[in-house]
């Protein structure tokens, strides 16, 4: 167990729907990160945020933000949900910013757009 | 811009056997590098890093792997497999400028034969 939680664990949604995401950090993890796994693209990152800030942004969709709060855990919004956005995803923390620093994963949230 | 190739899909050895999984990587900075091992319907789990303090990295669960700058590599190993070992393993890249974008590889399916 990493210390990363996620909810919720599966989502089954229709096109064209909305859903949030949600992370908790480690404790004493100030950054958070998205990944989406899926089987054509892989596991990508979408977004960092350190401190309640967007720190570097990866390939992700217009249709999709994110947000870290005082409390530091942060949310994923989907939006405009499309076919192809079923996917895995991650959340990922860490003490602070920078590459020499190793993340750690939660369990991922299993979205399945139908 | 950093990448990270993952010269096997899939291994498959048998119980008590070395692991080899092969990964090189192209970096223009200086890499941090990292193995994450990812069982099946299981969130991502950090087995090992290299930051640059030394070449030869040992990683949890019996795994290590040697940072080898002239061959643009970092191959992961493992005297004698066992059978919790079969998962997925991914390489990782991450450049030390201060954004902390993992790049993944494809990933290795690692199979244990009895």
């Known amino acids: 167990d990493s210390g990363v939680t996620q909810t919720p664990k599966h989502l089954i949604t229709a096109t064209g729907q909305r859903v949030t995401l949600r992370c908790s950090p480690r404790s004493g993890d100030l950054s958070v990160y998205w990944y989406q796994q899926s089987l054509d693209q892989g596991l990508q990152f979408l977004i960092q945020?350190?401190?309640?800030?967007?720190?570097a942004k990866g390939n992700i969709l217009e249709r999709f933000s994110a947000q870290q709060f005082p409390d530091l855990h942060s949310e994923l919004n989907l939006s405009s949900l499309e076919l192809g956005d079923s996917a895995l995803y991650f959340c990922?923390?860490?003490?602070?910013?920078?590459?020499?620093?190793?993340?750690?994963f939660g369990p991922g949230t299993r979205l399945l757009v139908l | 811009a950093q990448s990270v190739t993952q010269l096997d899909s899939h291994v498959s050895v048998s119980e008590g056997t070395p692991v080899l999984l092969r990964c090189n990587y192209s970096?223009?900075?200086?890499?941090?590098l990292f193995w994450y091992v990812q069982h099946p319907n299981k969130g991502l789990q950090l087995l090992l890093k290299y930051t640059s303090a030394a070449t030869l990295v040992k990683g949890i669960n019996g795994f290590e792997a040697e940072f080898k700058k002239s061959e643009t590599s970092f191959h992961l190993t493992k005297p004698s497999a066992h059978m919790s070992d079969a998962a997925e393993y991914f390489c990782v890249v991450s450049e030390d400028q201060g954004a902390q974008k993992l790049v993944f590889g494809q990933g290795t399916r690692l199979t244990i034969n009895p």
């Open positions: 990922a923390s860490s003490r602070r910013a920078g590459a020499l620093v190793a993340q750690y």
């Open positions: 945020y350190y401190n309640g800030e967007e720190r």
């Open positions: 970096s223009s900075y200086s890499p941090s």
